[in-house]
């Protein structure tokens, strides 16, 4: 079984939603999960705004709860996705060989292959944010499951 996290900085917008999405595009053969590198939110809820914009696209992110990234999650996981650059930066800093960093991928890599580009954090933002973040996560979770499929089919 095929395992795989989302991270982002408090689990609490763009991980739950990209958890929530890639969940929804997989079947059971695959475990999905979401972290984030700070400890502001564990226990949380995700934000009101990701569980209303995951709602308006049918799926329910509600029961999700955040978490801390930790470094255990090397051994669990087998592919780990990370929404910017500073997430990035913070999984590797706990990376404990070359295999754990080799896990670690920038998830608009998968769009956009070596661009490095960050899904913005829409926290602060507008509810237009988490619309364009969830169009974004989308477009990168559709690649994953697809080459996941494919990888295991």
Known sequence: MT??????????????L?????????NNNFTIDSAGTANYHIGSSPDNRSVAIARK???????L?????????????????????SNFKNV???ARND???????MILNEVYPNKNFDVPDPYYGGDDGFE?????LDEACNIIAKNLKNEFH
Do not use: W
């Open 99 to 105: 295999a754990d960093i080799a896990k670690v991928k």
């Open 65 to 85: 709860r955040g978490r801390q990234f930790n470094v255990s999650d090397f051994d669990t996981f087998d592919l780990i996705y990370v929404m910017d650059e």
């Open 132 to 136: 364009n973040v969830y169009n974004m």
């Open 3 to 16: 395992k795989i996290l989302m991270v982002c900085l408090g689990n609490i917008c763009r991980s739950p």
């Open 92 to 94: 590797v800093k706990l």
């Open 18 to 26: 990209a958890e929530g999405i890639l969940k929804s595009k997989l």
């Open 57 to 63: 696209h049918g799926l329910n992110i509600s029961n």
